[in-house]
């Protein structure tokens, strides 16, 4: 199940309602103030993740910054005007 509900889409209304040069940093921002229930869920499922974690295994999903940095890179490789 997808951690993010209409992810594409919501990436999308965060970027167009950025300046047209902005960092990860004001993204991730930008992400957290219109979707701030999805980061939530982002931190819970990573949380889980992490509790649930053997030793000697590796985390199969990253931080919260760097699943939206990583969504972001496929948003943009994808959208590529």
Do not use: C, R
């Amino acid at each position: 199940m997808a951690v993010i509900l209409k992810k594409d889409e919501k990436i999308g209304n965060v970027v167009n309602s950025l300046a047209k040069e902005f960092g990860i940093e004001d993204f991730i921002d930008k992400f957290i103030e219109l979707y701030p229930k999805d980061y939530a869920k982002i931190k819970k499922t990573y949380a889980e993740h992490t509790k649930d974690l053997k030793l000697g295994k590796k985390q199969p999903m990253p931080n919260p910054k760097q699943y939206l940095t990583n969504a972001l890179n496929v948003w943009t490789k994808a959208n590529k005007k």
